[in-house]
């Protein structure tokens, strides 16, 4: 069954990307994924799979591969710490790996599923620090883990992408790297002005 919901003002459908920014400031834990994230490329630098029903979704972080809930259609890692440990990040958008592609409404929604059983088999595995072995399935890191859910119904998000002079890095499957090759949508932003 597909499920919806929304996040910040975003739908998504089971199978959907949660896109993140390490980080939440003004609190030690958050501030310490602030630091992480500047060692990875570009804004995105964590992700999850949306699944569904009531706002549950897989991600690999810390803890290994494991499942959390959404908290009333807003994303704030605080509420979410008892399911997800410190990976204290804040919300920047929704990658939509199925958009665009001129999908039967059926064959679309068994994609989906196919994407949520794999992820959810995965439950359980160790974080996988070989950033290096995409193509490992004993354990995960978290877009190594989209990136093996997605493979299951051919569609490839490794775009290539690099850490320029680092040979070898094209075969990391970086947060961002999803986020550029899919259609996605950014959560608006506040912007703040100092007078």
Partial sequence: MIHTCQIEGLT???????????????????????LVGRLV???VDHIAI?????????????RGVIDFHLQDEI?????MTEERGLLLDTFY??????????????EESLM???????????????????FLNAESEKSFYCSQLAYKAYQQVGINLNTGLAMEQLPGTNEIIYPQEIWDGC???????????FK
Wanted: charged share 25%; net charge negative; glycine share 12%.
């Fill in 12 to 34: 998504l459908q089971t199978g959907d990307i949660i896109c993140t920014m390490n980080g939440k400031p003004d609190i030690l834990p958050g501030e310490f994924w602030l």
């Fill in 75 to 79: 994303w704030d890692a605080e509420l």
């Fill in 183 to 193: 259609v996605h949508r950014a959560v608006k932003r506040e912007t703040v002005s």
């Fill in 50 to 62: 949306f699944l569904g029903p009531d706002g549950r979704c897989v991600e690999s972080g810390s």
């Fill in 112 to 130: 989906r599923m196919k994407v949520a059983e794999y992820c959810l088999s995965q439950i359980g595995k160790p974080y996988n620090i070989n």
């Fill in 41 to 43: 490329p570009g804004d």
């Fill in 93 to 106: 958008g929704v990658s939509y790996p199925f958009a665009g592609m001129q999908l039967a409404e059926d």
